[in-house]
């Protein structure tokens, strides 16, 4: 019932992102609904196996939400275990991939110029910023303390929302595994299982 609810959540989170334009990327919208529709999948192979007690059924559905545990608790985990540098790492590394046009975007939602005051890239982003804080003031806060900012508070908040859902996840795969092994009620009581 959680992977179903889950499920659902996903693929309207990414359509209520994608309808008020707050995510522009498609590939990002396509990817949250493509896994919220695999939860939704998975969640409603359970529920077939639990009603119809299949037991091939509810072997699979074992397996792939004891796949799920280990992926998102490792990834849980992950997020909890990054420090700051790293962030900043990450966070430069993709500032200077990403188009012109996503920058502009961050800028401009975010409010700040740059990305952080270490190269001469930085009058570069600078002189081309086209933010708001930058027509109010002389000088604009740097994109990359706010960004470093939102991403420490954001992977905190997915790491302990992620690890809370992945027990849940194994108490999922402990029940269904007690309900596999019990006898089928509807089945003929001299059978075996």
């Known amino acids: 019932m959680k992977l179903k609810l889950v499920g659902l959540l996903l693929i309207g989170v990414a359509a209520w992102g994608k309808g008020l334009g707050l995510v522009s990327s498609i590939h990002i919208i396509g990817g949250v609904i493509a896994v919220g529709v695999f939860l939704l999948l998975i969640a409603v192979a359970g529920l077939v196996g639990a009603v119809n007690h299949h037991q091939v059924l509810l072997f699979f559905y074992m397996i792939i939400l004891g796949l799920v545990f280990m992926f998102q608790f490792g990834i ?86 992620g690890l809370f859902f992945s027990f849940t996840e194994i108490l999922g795969v402990w029940l269904a595994m007690r309900f596999r092994n019990q006898k089928d009620p509807r089945a003929n009581p001299s059978a075996f299982l």
């Open 76 to 161: 849980s985990w992950s997020c909890l275990a990054i420090n700051r540098s790293k962030q900043t790492d990450v966070i430069n590394a993709s500032w200077w991939v990403m188009s012109n046009k996503t920058r502009d975007e961050l800028e401009r939602s975010f409010d700040c110029c740059g990305l952080f005051n270490l190269t001469t890239l930085y009058q570069q982003d600078y002189a081309f910023c086209t933010a708001i804080c930058k027509s109010q003031s002389p000088t604009c806060q740097m994109c990359g303390e706010k960004f470093l900012k939102h991403s420490d508070e954001a992977l905190k908040i997915l790491g302990g929302v």
